[in-house]
T-cell receptor, first 112, second 110 residues
């Protein structure tokens, strides 16, 4: 079985640009969550989706948005990129959103 | 908002010594999860604790969930070099957000 897949693996963007990150969950998993991880810190919760509906949102500005598709894959969009958005973006899938997460390898975003 | 605190931030031990990391939540949790992240890797799920006072073991790892369901600990007996990494607790308060602690980074002297 394929694990959680994220694309792209690395990305370099310029301040002010927009970025879309993609995630495919494990087959059968209906919940996808997004986290931002800055070096040396724990993952910071951004969004949780379950059955295509947003179920939870963290303390991130409205520049961050996401959606989940009928096949349970998900996109994270970030508008008007700032230097401080540089981080590892992790996608995690689970059956219900309240059981153990399986993380993807992440997308390393660098904003210059 | 919900906060999850973890101590210590770093621990450097001699191989064979024991290691413990502690996790405290500002709110009562429905469950707590533990993850391990190797340098350059992504978090890997270790275990989930659900019941008040629950204790679970995985080989040399012992996980505890406090009676009040607000704190937890991970204890590793006789550390090995393969235990190197950062250990995170993650608290689920049923508010549809699982909040990670800041992690404890374990390094080991061979």
């Amino acid at each position: 079985d394929a694990g959680v897949t994220q694309s792209p693996t690395h990305l370099i963007k310029t301040r002010g640009q927009h970025v879309t990150l993609r995630c495919s969950p494990i087959s059968g998993h209906k919940s996808v969550s997004w986290y931002q991880q800055v070096l040396g810190q724990g993952p910071q919760f951004i969004f949780q989706y379950y059955e295509k509906e947003e179920r939870g949102r963290g303390n991130f500005p409205d520049r961050f948005s996401a959606r989940q598709f009928p096949n349970y894959s998900s996109e994270l969009n970030v508008n008007a990129l700032l230097l401080g958005d540089s981080a590892l973006y992790l996608c995690a899938s689970s059956l219900t959103g309240h059981d153990g997460y399986t993380f993807g390898s992440g997308t390393r975003l660098t904003v210059v | 908002g919900q906060q999850v605190m973890q101590i210590p931030q770093y621990q450097h031990v001699q191989e064979g010594e024991d290691f413990t990391t502690y996790c405290n939540s500002s709110t009562t949790l429905s469950n707590i999860q533990w993850y391990k992240q190797r340098p350059g890797g992504h978090p890997v799920f270790l275990i989930q604790l659900v019941k008040s006072g629950e204790v679970k073991k995985q080989k040399r790892l012992t996980f505890q969930f406090g009676e009040a369901k607000k704190n937890s600990s991970l204890h590793i007996t006789a550390t090995q070099t393969t235990d190197v990494g950062t250990y995170f607790c993650a608290g689920d308060s049923s508010a549809s957000k699982i909040i990670f602690g800041s992690g404890t980074r374990l390094s080991i002297r061979p």
